[in-house]
T-cell receptor, first 113, second 111 residues
């Protein structure tokens, strides 16, 4: 079964600082990878997904970017954080086969001051 | 317009008091409906996938059912450890990847 590792678990950053959140996946090859943001009362919002190394699709325009340098590594970045970037960030993976459930990491709580 | 609506937003039960959570969806062509459990400060944990109307899945005290317009998560004789937020998500025809999530139902089971 898949295991999704995310770090750090919590992060406090000042406005205007850069960001790098990392996600790695164990137990599967060629997974589809996803970044979500979860805000209170608003559900999970898909930010980016990737079907392979170097292949990134963005769902919403924003201050963030994503990269996939290795098959099982997915990185969420920002050059300059905004207050509105605060939230709970979740990485997810599925097996790369269509219509499989996504499995989630335990997330990063990001607070912008 | 929300494609996935969960109700109620919050539900309080006494231990042993059975109930159901609802997930209604309006996507045209359903490829799959997924139920997750999420504990505070954690990522969602996958519970069930349902693919077609009439399908049912069970796990311990939980049973998920699916019709053409909605899904129910039935909780039989719940225990305090069943307290969590339950999320529903759908994948529609034409999408191999994207899941659309509802906002969840916060379930609290009192001892």
């Amino acid at each position: 079964s898949q295991t999704i590792h995310q770090w750090p678990a919590t992060l406090v950053q000042p406005v205007g600082s850069p960001l790098s959140l990392e996600c790695t996946v164990e137990g599967t090859s060629n997974p589809n990878l996803y970044w979500y943001r979860q805000a209170a009362g608003r559900g999970l919002q898909l930010l980016f997904y990737s079907v392979g190394i170097g292949q990134i699709s963005s769902e919403v325009p924003q201050n963030l970017s994503a990269s996939r340098p290795q098959d099982r590594q997915f990185i969420l970045s920002s050059k300059k954080l905004l207050l509105s970037d605060s939230g709970f960030y979740l990485c997810a993976s599925d097996g790369g086969y269509s219509n499989q459930p996504q499995h989630f990491g335990d997330g990063t709580r990001l607070s912008i001051l | 317009e929300d494609q996935v609506t969960q109700s109620p937003e919050a539900l309080r039960l006494q231990e042993g008091e059975s109930s159901s959570l609802n997930c209604s969806y309006t996507v045209s062509g359903l490829r799959g409906l997924f139920w997750y459990r999420q504990d505070p400060g954690k990522g969602p944990e996958f519970l069930f996938t349902l693919y077609s109307a009439g399908e049912e899945k069970e796990k311990e005290r939980l049973k998920a059912t699916l019709t053409k317009k909605e899904s129910f998560l039935h909780i039989t004789a719940p225990k305090p450890e069943d307290s969590a937020t339950y999320l529903c998500a759908v994948r529609q025809q034409g999408s191999n990847y994207k899941l659309t999530f509802g906002k969840g139902t916060l379930l609290t089971v009192n001892p």
